[in-house]
């Protein structure tokens, strides 16, 4: 449970992502440096905690010059293993499946989905944008034969645990989860978890605190435009 | 900034529909009462961290007893305010806002989706499990009309800010942002973000830490089974 020394905070790690996507803004719109202080202002985070979280990674930033957006970006980059390139599969190709493979966001980033694996007769030999859905009695024999990174799970949460494991001995070492439960998976296997659901109620949650502390509920306040 | 005496810290909260989920497991495999120590089992985090947890509600256990789990769950249930119902609709009929109106689990929890807006002539009309698709002008006068808790953004990123913004005006309190893009919002305003590709991408940054640390990329292990 111990960190190793090089070990970065999940927490850093979480935010590493959006760094990515603010640089990657930046550089759209052809920003070549920024300070800690002016992306402090975009991000909506401290420059203290910027510079903390970018000092993790040998401190890009110059003082009185600030970061150079471009370099930033690769760093990032490299750090988060985009530089390189993976293989994906959908197991389940029900309605999230399907519009995961069908999210142009994924491929404009460089991440492609090579199959789609499910039970039903309906789906398999379909094609959705160009991946096809196979009977997943293939899956072991393609995930084999195509050295598959990471695999979507988005089947029901019955199976997702077995789902993982199975294929987990065929070498699959990264599991995005979006299967409503906690899937058990061997220690040498990384799981990321989308639970919906959870993400919802915590919604709930803190609407429910505004109500209270608001008393909105009681009110209409149709004329506060 | 600084937390009021009665806020719970997000770390919590966004732990609490966890236990909601396993609890509800619970409940339906007749389970009546659970120590801590087995729900630590079952949910992988510490007893101690269990008991800090509940302790913030209100400390539902009994020392030599455990948690009532039906107890437990109603109470969390309350505190998450799933005992009320709330208005959703969603703002882009997409892949992923198709995707989440055909999400049955929700249903199963009492979320109901009340509509959905695009701007889209080839989709206003279209109803999708018997949800119906408007057109975006419509949107002002339904949100006014129907008591609208929460949105379900799944626009480009472009738009993300206004339509969160027009919605808020219009008295609409809860974000469910799957935007790419962080969203400003008034201050009486929550929001929750389900970034997809930052997910995705924390995932391969732990599945390259973990091909580094073990040089899986350079190997084939089809004997390992």
Not at 155 to 182: C, E, I, T, Y
């Amino acid at each position: 449970m111990e960190n190793n020394e090089k070990k970065i905070s999940t927490a850093v790690i979480n935010r590493l992502p959006r760094y990515y996507r603010y640089l990657g803004d930046l550089l759209e719109s052809d920003i070549t440096r920024i300070s800690s202080k002016e992306l402090s202002e975009k991000m909506n985070i401290t420059a203290s905690q910027i510079r903390q979280d970018l000092n993790n990674f040998g401190g890009f930033g110059q003082q009185g010059y600030g970061y150079n957006v471009e370099y930033l970006y690769n760093e990032i980059k490299k750090i988060l293993g985009l530089d390189k390139e993976y293989n994906l599969i959908v197991v389940g190709g029900g309605n999230i499946g399907q519009a995961l493979v069908n999210y142009t966001s994924f491929e404009k980033r460089g991440f492609v989905i090579k199959a789609v694996f499910d039970v039903n007769p309906r789906l398999i030999g379909m094609t959705i944008r160009g991946v096809e859905v196979y009977d997943v009695d293939y899956m072991e024999e393609f995930v084999k034969n195509n050295d598959v990174d990471v695999a979507i799970l988005t089947v029901p949460r019955s199976q997702a645990s077995k789902v993982a494991n199975d294929l987990a001995s065929w070498g699959v070492k990264g599991m995005w989860n979006f299967s409503h439960v906690d899937i058990q998976v061997p220690d040498d296997v990384v799981v990321e978890n989308v639970h919906l659901t959870d993400s919802l109620m915590t919604l709930f949650y803190k609407l429910n605190e505004l109500y209270e502390n608001e008393d909105f509920k009681s009110e209409t306040s149709d004329d506060e435009e």
